[in-house]
């Protein structure tokens, strides 16, 4: 590959010459804004002291010990007092054609899903217990992997 298809840095680092890049994303303006620090992320809206994790489109609140024969307008009904209801989505036995015993309600915003969790957790949904929770949480954070290799030889190709 000749020169002009690869991007080079003019820098020299360590007095080892010209960093030659491949690809893309290596410009001088990305460059210089990521060395300069004036840099910003987009970030999602989290609180320190929950663990959920949001969804593609929203916050999704997982509603579980509904009665089986509990209907969209009663999830709807008990759920709209906390938020403004992006989606719901109730699942049905296919054999039997009665709810499955959870519920998934959808809120744009994390307020909204974290009033409803603290608010309808616990109560009574058609004389039924029911307990919210999100639906997505984050994992714990995970640390360098200790004894990966453990058993095993270093390369994949090499048999004992």
Known sequence: MSDDGMNIDETLV???GPIRK?????????VNEATSGDVTYD???????????RSVEGW???VTGVWE??????IQDKFADYGDIKNLH???????????GYALVEYET??????????ASG?????HTIHCDFAFVRPPPTGPRKGRMRGRSASPGRRR
């Open 123 to 127: 109560t009574q949904l058609m004389e």
């Open 14 to 16: 360590g007095g080892a």
């Open 69 to 74: 024969e509990a209907s969209e307008e009663d």
């Open 43 to 53: 970030r999602v809206e989290s609180k320190d002291d929950i663990n959920a994790a």
């Open 110 to 119: 994390l307020g909204e899903a974290q009033a409803a969790i603290d608010g």
């Open 22 to 30: 491949r690809g893309r994303g290596h410009n001088k303006m990305e």
């Open 90 to 100: 109730l699942n049905l036995d296919r054999r039997t054609g009665y709810v499955k």
């Open 60 to 62: 999704i609140v997982l």
